[in-house]
């Protein structure tokens, strides 16, 4: 992920290793376009997550809203049956008393519609809890059915992209070894492709098997267009010392990315609006400069391979 504020110039390499002002500035506007995007999907995503344990925490106070109003339902219910066993058996003495007694009989009456008018208001009360049982147990299960779906579409996404990640190591599988490497992180698949199985020390120009693991590499995402492509390039922190064609070693990393993203662009089948250029110099280390075997790593293109969150994004929208 992008940690600092990078100057990042986007470049387009010309048959006289030279960039047009208007190449320079479609590619610099681009990447900033896809840059912007990219942490809209990020914002998206965070969004998402946050959502989903939102929903957790209703569904959870829901269920114990219903819990108790259960509780009240049966208490209520427990009270109804205490006052018909009660009514049932006043009943009982009244036609018992009915032959003997008048003023036995209107005492009997004035109780009996007494509990005739409680349990009127226990039934009432238990109609009224019983109602909001039903409202609280469909609101449970829209949030049920809410997490899932979003579970669901996370899943998906996930899957997809360990998907392409497998898909990724079996087509670069001849190259394992040989400065190569797929991983998948936070989400997205990092392909890393160390220096010395691109270019000669200096050079922009891929080699001949270099070009092969790009090439293979494309065809996997001419597969997935859903998927956006920002190809970094990393130099170690030795000051470029070449002919002068280049201004240092990010001027050399953004060449470097955009030789890549050169290669990728002859494949018909990529979308050119999912690529970006990027150069970050010496800036975004993976190990220390203060080896060699540290600088051989740092000196590097990665390929971040990003899903893009439309469904997501609409998801969250519509809900």
């Keep these: 992920m992008i940690k600092k504020s990078v100057l990042i ?6 048959a006289a290793s030279c960039v047009s002002p208007k190449v320079y500035k479609e590619l610099e506007d681009k990447y900033a376009n896809l840059k912007k995007e990219h942490r809209n999907l990020t914002d998206a995503h965070d969004e998402l997550m946050q959502a989903k344990s939102k929903l957790e925490n209703d569904m959870a106070a829901l269920q114990s809203d219903y ?3 259960l509780m009240q339902r049966d208490k209520l219910q427990s009270d109804y049956n205490a006052l018909k066993s009660n009514y ?5 003495s009244y036609d018992a008393l009915e032959k003997n007694s008048s003023a036995a009989i209107a005492e009997n009456s ?8 409680q349990l009127e208001a226990k039934e009432q009360a238990l109609a009224a809890e019983n109602a909001r049982l039903e409202t609280l147990k469909k609101q449970l299960e829209d949030r049920s059915n809410r997490i899932a779906e979003l579970e669901s579409v996370i899943a998906a996404k996930d899957k997809a992209m360990t998907d392409l990640k497998n898909a990724i190591s079996r087509a670069l599988t001849d190259f ?7 991983e998948l992180r936070d989400g997205k698949v990092y392909v890393s492709m160390e220096n010395k199985l691109l270019f000669q020390s200096g050079s922009w120009a891929v080699g001949s098997q270099g070009r092969q693991a790009v090439q293979q590499l494309g065809n996997v995402l001419a597969d997935n267009p859903d998927i956006a492509i920002l ?9 470029y010392t070449g002919n002068g064609q280049l201004s240092g070693n990010w001027d050399l990393s953004t060449k470097r990315a955009t030789a890549i ?10 979308n050119p609006e999912n690529l970006t250029a990027a150069g970050r110099g010496e800036y975004a280390p993976v190990a220390t400069n203060d080896t060699a075997e540290g600088k051989a790593k740092n000196r590097r293109i990665e390929v971040i391979l990003t899903p893009k969150l439309d469904e997501l994004s609409k998801l969250l929208n519509d809900n």
């Design 67 to 69: 819990d108790k109003t």
């Design 231 to 239: 190809i970094e390039g990393h130099t170690d922190n030795v000051p």
């Design 9 to 14: 110039a986007l470049t387009l390499v010309l």
């Design 261 to 270: 993203v050169n290669i990728l662009r002859e494949n018909a089948n990529i």
């Design 176 to 182: 394992e070894g040989k400065g190569l490497t797929v």
């Design 110 to 117: 004035k109780k009996n519609r007494e509990l005739l008018a």
């Design 88 to 92: 049932d058996n006043l009943k009982a």
